[in-house]
Antibody, heavy 119, light 110 residues
């Protein structure tokens, strides 16, 4: 079954760090661009970051650039999101997402992992 | 990058149709044919319903259709059913490896 299982969320204090993981199965992970999308409580979806299949090209939303780092381990079919200098407005459900094709829509979504930034 | 504009809500009776608009700019919706639509039920992850403006993934009913004119994309749900009650989001590629989502529309079945 094609799926993404995201994990690593939790409660962290402002200024703290957290690392999210996403395990992919039953599709060719190594050939796919992968994204993180987040959704604050009661709010809409916000695109966060993308990593190309080559693992070298990475791009970020203005709101997280310089604080978040996306990476991938193709040997383990796993996507990561290292988050640092966390702020209250980073509180959200974070979804690991597979793109259908370069620049195209997002066809496979993880169930999400919840991140709460609070003192 | 500003969010794409959607109406907050839309509604229709079972069997009727509802159309949701998604307005952007020439830098996103109007500039690329990479507009997609997502359905999200409460507490669930979004589900891809339409990609590349008007294409349906396997398994999505043909009651769902998409279109685009200039800077505005639209999603039409025909023959409304109870299970179509959900939040719907549009999304567009916005150039320079950026993507933008719409503000979201809650569809209610009357």
């Amino acid at each position: 079954q094609v799926q993404l299982v995201d994990s690593g969320g939790g409660v962290v204090q402002p200024g703290g760090s957290l690392r999210l993981s996403c395990a992919a199965s039953e599709f060719s992970f190594t050939t796919c661009g992968m994204h993180w999308v987040r959704q604050a409580p009661g709010r809409g979806l916000e695109w966060v970051t993308v990593i190309w299949a080559d693992g070298r090209h990475k791009f970020y939303a203005d709101s997280v650039r310089g604080r978040f780092t996306i990476s991938r381990d193709d040997s383990k079919n796993t996507l990561f999101l290292q988050m640092s200098s966390l702020r209250d407005d980073d509180t959200a459900m974070y979804y690991c997402v597979k793109e259908r094709a370069p620049f195209d829509g997002f066809d496979i979504w993880g169930r999400g992992t919840k991140v709460t930034v609070s003192s | 990058q500003s969010a794409l504009t959607q109406p907050p809500s839309a509604s229709g009776s079972p069997g009727q149709s509802v159309t949701i608009s998604c307005t952007g700019t020439s830098s996103d919706v109007g500039g690329y044919n990479y507009v997609s639509w997502y359905q999200q039920h409460p507490g669930k992850a979004p589900k891809l319903m339409i990609y590349e403006v008007n294409k349906r993934p396997s398994g999505v009913p043909d009651r769902f259709s998409g279109s685009k004119s200039d800077n505005t994309a639209s999603l039409t749900v025909s023959g409304l059913q109870a299970e179509d009650e959900a939040d719907y989001y549009c999304s567009s590629y916005a150039g320079n490896n950026n993507w933008v989502f719409g503000t979201g529309t809650t569809v209610t079945i009357l």
